[in-house]
């Protein structure tokens, strides 16, 4: 799954700690900008809603959360 497309406003979590940053491994955000070939802007929020970070992230650093069951052919 982690060669899937990542799309604006994808529900994304981060794959490793970021302190500097104020995340953690698994800290859910959503894609607000796409730089293609490999560049996503992508914003985490706190439960209030108010923006912990902004970060530009490769698509190796997050993983695409899914809330449908995957089609099988």
């Known amino acids: 799954m982690q060669n899937d497309a990542v799309k ?3 529900v994304v979590a981060i794959l490793e ?3 500097q ?10 894609v ?3 730089y293609p070939p490999d560049g996503f802007e992508v914003e985490f ?3 209030e809603g108010h923006t ?13 959360l899914r ?7």
């Not at 902004?54 to 997050?62: D, T, V």
């Open 52 to 64: 912990i970070s902004l970060l530009a992230l490769k698509r190796s650093e997050i993983l695409v």
């Open 17 to 19: 700690d970021r302190p």
């Open 32 to 34: 607000v900008e796409v």
């Open 45 to 47: 929020l706190d439960s």
């Open 8 to 10: 604006l406003l994808d």
């Open 67 to 73: 809330h449908e069951p995957v089609s099988q052919p």
């Open 21 to 30: 940053d104020g995340l953690a491994s698994g800290q859910v955000g959503t």
